[in-house]
């Protein structure tokens, strides 16, 4: 647990490698590019890939049909093609029907969306839930189509199918289970979508190997439709989850934010605050709101599970937000790092947030007879350890967490963690 907890100075790297390898997958929320993406996740770490079959009733849900598409194109009157699939994915609507005619350019018009405001990205956008085509340009390049006959072809297919989803889960000594969830439903976006994959992924290669105590879920699911479908399925099982992080967002250079569990004061959210604010950066804290990613739909009123999300900047508050411009130089390997510990310091904090029992509660007990404390008397006490200790003896009456006492005393967690197993070995606590 320790070598995880130290900073990993490789981690942002390899994120950024996968995300690089992941990127020109044309992924939607069903399809071989979900396939493809869980199969070369699965070079790191061993998922099941799980196939729900398109129209299976999950809640007030259908799964709908699956979709793949193999090209598209746009010609213009002169021969020329101004739309390619095969330069950015981005260029068409997710979900997008088969088509391939010949049309009046004020017939393809509005088909074509654009972001007037962002005159050189291209949007992406999605028609799940409505049978449509369509195709995203630069509003620049859209401006310079003149009129006359284009053929369009979108060769693509909507049929039944299934919904795919890959799912982790590395046993520690008990069942109760951190949910550590992502999505796999963005085409080539890096910071909405690829900076969560390869987040959970690295966090899951990193744990798989390692002792815990709490048992860790990994989910690599569509968005939406995804979390809905795997809830259906797992619902006599929701009550094993104690902790749950929702990852997307993580790799712009944006200070970090975590958005609160729906309660607002789950163990989680007091353990992602104390996190944030000893990182010595700015950071922010967000009231729970009912839109967003996944925590949605784990905390709709019947499930109500403590899960948060940690992001570095929220979903819609960059103007790269669900555009062309959301690439590979977004994202940076520094900030995939620095979030990439700012989650491992939490699994640390998670897994040895316990209370304990002072067994010699009648004044302090002699720790200089046990060999813990200094030999001279009246010297400054100037050391942190022997500061944790008192703190610790004091405090451990059942009702404080070593948490609790970390923040009461400003002394680093690790420290009190490791004084705490030190006081353990010496019979002056135990673990209630
Ligand atoms: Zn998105």
Known sequence: MKSFFNKDENVGREM??????????????????????????????????????????VFDWTIPKEWNIQDAYVIDPNGKKIIDFKNSNLHVVSYSIPIHKKIELSELKPHIHTLPEMPDTIPYLTSYYNEDWGFCMSHNEFKKLQDGEYEIMIDSTLENGSLTYGEFLKKGEVEDEVLLTCYICHPSMCNDNLSGTALITFLAKHLENIKTKLSYRFLFIPETIGAITWLSKNEQNLHKIKHGL???????????????????????????????ENSKQDYSIVDFFPSGSDERQFSSPKFNLPIGSLVRTLYGKFPEYHTSEDNLNFVKEEHLGDTFFKYSQIIYIIENNVK????????????????????????????????????????????????DISIKSKLDFSTIKQV???LVDHNLLKII
Not at 18 to 34: K, Q, Y
Not at 250 to 275: C, F, M, Q
Not at 358 to 383: A, F, M, T, V, W
């Open 420 to 422: 705490a197993d030190k």
């Open 246 to 276: 929702v990852a997307t967002c993580l790799g712009d250079s944006g200070s970090s934010t975590y958005k609160k569990t729906r309660d607002g004061n789950n163990e989680i959210d007091r353990v992602a605050e104390y996190v944030l």
């Open 16 to 57: 950024h490698e996968l995300i690089t390898t992941l990127f020109p997958i044309c992924r939607s929320i069903t399809g071989n590019g979900v396939r493809e993406t869980l199969k070369k996740i699965q070079t790191h770490i061993p998922i099941q890939i799980n196939e729900v079959q398109s129209q299976t009733k």
């Open 356 to 403: 304990y029992l002072n067994l010699n509660p009648k004044c302090e007990p002699q720790l200089g007879k046990r060999g813990l404390y200094r030999q001279l008397g009246s010297q400054k006490i100037s050391d942190q350890i022997e500061l944790a200790m008192f703190w610790i003896l004091n405090q451990s009456d059942g009702e404080n967490s070593l948490l």
